[in-house]
């Protein structure tokens, strides 16, 4: 006869067992969320989605101060999607581009490094906050320190929608194009795309698996472009008297690890810059007489025009530039250089601007002293004035538009300027 089994017997010591097993995987739990990325992070995003400001048709009769806020985290106006993004300390946050109204924020307990806009082609738009594992000061010799933490976030609602961890140093800025995100540093570059896998990584690697296919260890890097499918970097190498043109694609066929180098060559002298690069030209600034060298698809120069200019390693080996659909302008420190988009031609110069142009609707404006001079983009002819009071009447500033919000960035300090009623 089958006979039942008694129930199973609860001892003391079992219940004590499963206690501490409990008690442990919550302590366990406890600790890593105390020390994952969610640990320090304190995130507020809008509650609606931010709305874009009417889009500028055309310059108006005036322009009056709206906002200004600090933010001495960014270069220039960072305009993600409908959002200006603000950067002070270790906050990010997205304002209402009209009224300044501060409609999502993001925070680290990390020293942030820089903050920029990606990918433009998505319609929310996307930030990207770059956050150094340790204070760089706090580092010995600083070379303890990487802008190692990135992560992007939606423009409408701070959204938290990607992250990824480079190897960028501190001083690093970021450039867009319409598909990557470009990384700069003094001895090391990487290029992301839009879901943040990274696509190029150029310099000095720290991983040991890669060593061996970067081909110019130990240079270090003045300047760095983004276009066309391709980055442009001066090189300053070991061995070397003169300065390296070198253009690598953005997205080599071989991955990130292996860079494609589409051409590297020597240029005439030190102290180099580049200004740009498209799908088949490079333009380069020369010192001593300043001078725009253009370079095609092979490294061959095929012209070289006069130029006013300080020729120098510029902030974050950047140079000062903004585009339009047929134009990228770049300021030398004292006028505005025009060049054909395609084949990066000298069109035109503007002395006395205060930083690069930027388009409102289908006119050009130029920062002057005094305010903002309206421009022909094709002849370079100047226009009207629009008088803006600012602080400091001769500083260089950066432009940027949202809608018809126009941004300056002065200093530490973003200004939104709207058109006077």
């Not at 030190?270 to 698809?297: I, K, N, T």
Request: net charge negative.
């Amino acid at each position: 006869m089958l006979r039942t089994q008694p129930p199973e017997r609860r001892r003391r010591g079992d219940l004590v067992a499963a206690g501490l097993v409990v008690a442990l995987l919550v302590a366990l739990t406890v600790t890593v969320a105390a020390t994952s990325d969610v640990a320090g992070t304190t995130s507020t995003t809008a509650t609606a989605p931010i709305e874009a400001p009417p889009p500028a048709s055309g310059a108006p009769v005036g322009f009056v101060p709206a906002w200004e806020a600090p933010s001495p985290g960014t270069a220039g106006p960072v305009v993600a999607g409908p959002a200006v993004v603000t950067a002070e300390g270790s906050t990010v946050t997205g304002r209402d581009a009209r009224t300044g109204e501060e409609r999502w924020s993001y925070s680290r307990d990390l020293p942030l490094c820089t903050v920029g806009a990606g990918f433009p082609g998505i319609e929310q738009g996307r930030a990207l906050a770059v956050y150094a594992n340790e204070d760089p000061a706090a580092a010995a010799g600083g070379d303890g320190a990487y802008c190692s933490e990135v992560t992007m976030l939606r423009g409408d609602t701070g959204e938290r929608v990607g992250a990824r961890n480079p190897d960028a140093r501190p001083g690093t800025r970021l450039l867009a194009d319409d598909t990557y995100v470009l990384a700069t540093g003094t001895d090391h570059l990487e290029v992301w795309r839009s879901d943040l896998v990274r696509t190029l990584e150029y310099g000095e690697v720290p991983a040991q698996e890669q060593v061996g296919r970067q081909p110019r260890p130990g240079c270090t890097y003045g300047s760095a472009a983004l276009g066309g499918r391709r980055v442009a970097v001066v090189e300053r190498c070991p061995g070397e008297s003169a300065d390296r043109l070198t253009v690598l694609a953005s997205d080599g066929e071989d991955g990130a690890e292996k860079p494609e180098e589409r051409f590297s060559v020597p240029l005439p002298g030190s102290g180099a810059v580049v200004v740009a690069v498209s799908e088949e030209q490079v333009a380069v600034a020369l010192p001593d007489p300043s001078r725009l060298a253009v370079f095609d698809a092979a490294g061959a120069q095929v012209s070289v025009s006069e130029v006013d200019a300080v020729v120098t390693d510029p902030p974050g080996g950047v140079a000062p530039t903004s585009a339009d659909d047929a134009h990228r302008y770049w300021f030398t420190g004292t006028s505005v250089v025009a060049l054909d988009v395609a084949q990066l031609a000298l069109l035109w110069t503007l002395p006395d601007a205060l930083g690069p142009p930027v388009r409102y609707g289908v006119e050009l404006l130029v920062p002057v002293p005094g305010g903002l001079r309206v421009v022909d983009a094709e002849r370079g002819r100047p226009g009207r004035l629009l008088p803006v009071d600012r602080p400091d009447p001769a500083a260089p500033l950066t432009l940027a538009v949202d809608g018809d919000v126009l941004l300056e960035q002065r200093g530490a300090t973003v200004t939104a300027l709207v058109p006077a009623p």
